[in-house]
């Protein structure tokens, strides 16, 4: 779901420790303090809970957009933009979105 969000956007994946530790995706994918330090224009943080390690390799990106079900995640506090809803339910509606244009 998020590689095809990812395609139809022209962007790359790139994943939190805890999903690297539970084998969703190979640690080459890491973004943070044990993983690359990343600058995007645009950085959209889905189900990212905003652990400080994950926010230093990310810290720098120019436009930061937040998808937690959890409105009081962390992620929010550096989000510039911030929607609070569960990613299973978002992400195939940007997908739909981006497809209807």
Partial sequence: MLYTLADKMG??????RAA??????PSDLQVGQTGKMIAPDLY???????AIQHLAG???SKTIVAINK???APIFQVSDYGLVDDLFKAVPEM???IEQQ
């Fill in 58 to 60: 990310m810290k720098d």
């Fill in 20 to 25: 690297v530790d539970a084998g969703y995706v």
């Fill in 70 to 72: 959890d409105g009081e």
């Fill in 95 to 97: 997908i739909e979105g």
């Fill in 11 to 16: 962007a790359a994946v790139g994943a939190s």
């Fill in 44 to 50: 959209i943080a889905v189900g990212i809970s905003g």
